[in-house]
């Protein structure tokens, strides 16, 4: 195969990454600009997510049978699906309950990057530790103090910021990735 057919496949390759990065940045400009109905969507695809995850442990338990705790795995699978049966018949109680665990989740999350600053402050990278587990902390604690209203916004909000992030940052690095493999000018 010649280099030249390799560069144009990179050139086509980078070529689409553009393509999707510019739909991620639309995406979340959407997201941002129509949060409750971004949440609603995110709250759609994680019940979705469950029931799939839901038929994976019936199906483990199932296969499973004769090693014993089939029991445990059928019912951890039961919960997965009556969780997802709960967000999708009971869209906006799901993305308030949705909103609710992110904030237990941020905050958790917060404790354990203020552990990890304590575990490596000798390192000269420790300091970044500390500032996302108090950024991370106080974002956690705003979401919660705001709940249940901030549940209308804070999922679509948050999705659209990153979708925008990594529409951005896959945009960056295909245009870098272009340069690289086009002929010198």
Known sequence: MSSTSIAG????????????????????????????????????????????????????????????????????????????????????????????ALAFYLLIEGVFEIILFFQHRTSGAAGWYLLDGIVTLILGFLVWRTWPSSAEWVIGTLVGISLIFSGFSRLMFSMILRRAVSPAA
């Open 9 to 100: 496949i990179a050139r086509k390759a980078t070529g689409l990454s553009i393509f999707v990065s510019i739909v991620l940045i639309i995406a979340g400009i959407l997201a941002i600009a129509l949060p409750y109905e971004a949440g609603i969507a995110v709250n759609i695809i994680v019940a979705w997510m469950l029931v799939f995850a839901a038929g994976a442990h019936f199906v483990f338990a199932w296969s499973t049978r004769g090693a014993g705790g089939m029991i445990l795995k059928f019912l951890i699978g039961l919960v997965y699906l009556v969780i997802a049966v709960y967000l999708l018949e009971h869209l906006a109680r799901g993305l308030a309950t949705l909103t609710l």
